[in-house]
């Protein structure tokens, strides 16, 4: 079992730059810069990509439209850059997605060759389709499989760039979501937290084991087999995060 992390400030906190205890937004940037290179995969640490950041047009009460573009390119050129790891992204509406393809335009040709994952992906497939054009990869999860649209663009996806996700403890497959009736692995439950069991989910929480249920979703919605999709998914996910690692 390999655990990795990443480093990187979430769109809907850019706010923490200006507000940092540490006196200023590049003081801040500084001290996330010196923990990739502590701890970069590259130099034999658990950091394997930069994140999650991007932009979040659906929670703008959280931080302003303009905080989130100024701290995440800033993000790009002082923190992604230097540490030339891969990029886990973080998009959530098609404005956001358009705005965030023409960023990474810009950043293309010094990025590296594999540059990343679009992280619990929920748009159209014109959004992923530009996102695929620009050599990322596009991560399913649970919140990207709730309504029948969502899985008519996951059955249009290039096996080779997808990555699967949970997002645990959030984004689980629930009874109402469309991808459930592609469902077939079920875990004995606790109804709640305290009552946590050894061998036993939580009920409506997200766990690591429940990437076998997105699995079976994208396998049976495309008609594939899961062990196919399983095998070439895995691929793509060293291919981006363990180079020369796996």
Request: hydrophobic share 35%; net charge positive.
């Given at each position: 079992l390999q655990l990795t992390?990443?480093?990187?400030?979430?769109?809907?906190?850019?706010?923490?730059?200006e507000a940092s205890p540490l006196g200023s937004p590049d003081?801040?940037?500084a001290s996330l810069l010196e923990i990739g290179k502590t701890g970069s995969m590259l130099n034999g640490g658990c950091i394997a990509a930069?994140?999650?950041?991007?932009l979040d047009y659906d929670r703008l009460q959280f931080c302003q439209k303009d905080v989130q573009i100024k701290y995440f390119e800033k993000q790009l050129e002082e923190l992604a850059l230097p540490l030339k790891l891969p990029l886990f992204?973080?998009?959530r509406t098609g404005e956001a997605a358009k705005?965030?393809?023409?960023?990474?335009?810009?950043?293309?040709?010094r990025l590296p060759k594999e540059p990343g994952v679009v992280h619990s992906f929920d748009g159209s497939l014109e959004?992923?389709?530009?996102?695929?054009?620009?050599?990322?990869?596009?991560?399913?999860?649970?919140?990207?499989l709730r309504t029948e649209e969502n899985l008519q663009v996951v059955k249009a996806l290039p096996l080779d760039h997808i990555v699967l996700e949970t997002d645990?403890?959030?984004?689980s497959i629930k009874a109402t979501h469309a991808s459930h009736k592609f469902v077939k692995s079920t875990w004995d439950e606790v109804k709640k937290p305290e009552k946590w069991e050894d061998g036993k989910c939580v009920r409506d929480r997200c766990e690591p084991c429940h990437l076998r249920q997105v699995l079976e979703v994208i396998a049976g919605c495309r008609n594939e087999d899961p062990e196919v999709v399983a095998?070439?998914?895995?691929?793509?996910?060293?291919?981006?995060?363990?180079?020369g690692s796996c």
């Open positions: 992390s990443t480093v990187g400030v979430h769109p809907t906190r850019c706010g923490e730059f003081a801040h940037m930069v994140g999650e950041f991007g992204l973080h998009c705005d965030l393809v023409g960023i990474l335009e810009k950043y293309q040709s959004d992923a389709s530009s996102f695929i054009k620009l050599g990322y990869c596009i991560g399913l999860n649970g919140c990207s645990a403890p959030w984004c095998k070439q998914t895995t691929a793509n996910a060293r291919r981006i995060f363990f180079r």
